[in-house]
């Protein structure tokens, strides 16, 4: 069964960082991976999905990458906004397992 | 696309009694997940289906959940003698699984459940 590992748990950045978030799971037989984010209360947006034949994958200010081999992926987002704060998940597909997520505070 | 919908949004219950959500996917959509979610943690894989076929079911899944996906189109979560420890955001997501493996979720807004 697949483990996913988001870290950090929480970060708070000033509004105007690049920040990296990371993930890594256990099972590197995946098709691709996905990226959402969550706002309080809601479900979850679609970000970014990297397939398996890819390193990275843009949009936007958000830039993923996915080392398979390693069983990592990281989130980069450039130059943050208030905007940006809410929790952020990544999940295996083939599996779809969570991780706890990284909640996200950008402060202005 | 008009996404996936969830029925209710929010439940309000008393302990012990049965409660039934609906989630309605994305037309062609062939898989169907349902997740529970509590305060600050990530989505909890309960079961999902292929087509009308219950392919997975989570151990924690306890006898008093059921899902089915009679004709492969929506799903119902029925949780019978409801506990307060089921109080949390339950969420649906479709996909479409093609050849190959790629896929990829669509989230509903969640159904809300409160036990009292």
Redesign the interface.
């Known amino acids: 069964k697949q483990e996913v590992t988001q870290i950090p748990a929480a970060l708070s950045v000033p509004e105007g960082e690049n920040l990296v978030l990371n993930c890594s799971f256990t099972d590197s037989a995946i098709y691709n991976l996905q990226w959402f984010r969550q706002d309080p209360g809601k479900g979850l947006t679609s970000l970014l999905l990297i397939q398996s034949s890819q390193r990275e994958q843009t949009s936007g200010r958000l830039n993923a990458s996915l080392d398979k081999s390693s069983g990592r992926s990281t989130l980069y987002i450039a130059a943050s906004q208030p905007g940006d704060s809410a929790t952020y998940l990544c999940a295996p597909t083939g599996d779809m397992r969570f991780g706890a997520g990284t909640r996200l505070t950008v402060k202005p | 696309d008009t996404g996936?919908s969830q029925d209710p949004r929010h439940k309000i219950t008393k302990r012990g009694q049965n409660v039934t959500f609906r989630c309605d996917p994305i037309s062609e959509h062939n898989r169907l997940?349902w997740?529970r979610q509590t305060l600050?943690?990530?989505?909890?894989?309960l079961t999902?289906f292929q087509n009308e076929a219950q392919l997975e079911k989570s151990r924690l899944l306890s006898d008093r959940f059921s899902a089915e996906r009679p004709k492969g189109s929506f799903s119902t979560l029925e949780i019978q003698r409801t506990e307060q420890g089921d109080s949390a955001?339950y969420?649906c997501?479709s996909s479409l699984r093609g050849t190959?493996?790629?896929?990829?979720?669509?989230?509903?807004?969640?159904t809300?459940l409160s036990v009292l």
């Open positions: 996936v997940y997740y600050g943690q990530g989505p909890e894989f999902y955001m969420l997501a190959g493996g790629k896929e990829k979720l669509f989230f509903g807004s969640g809300q």
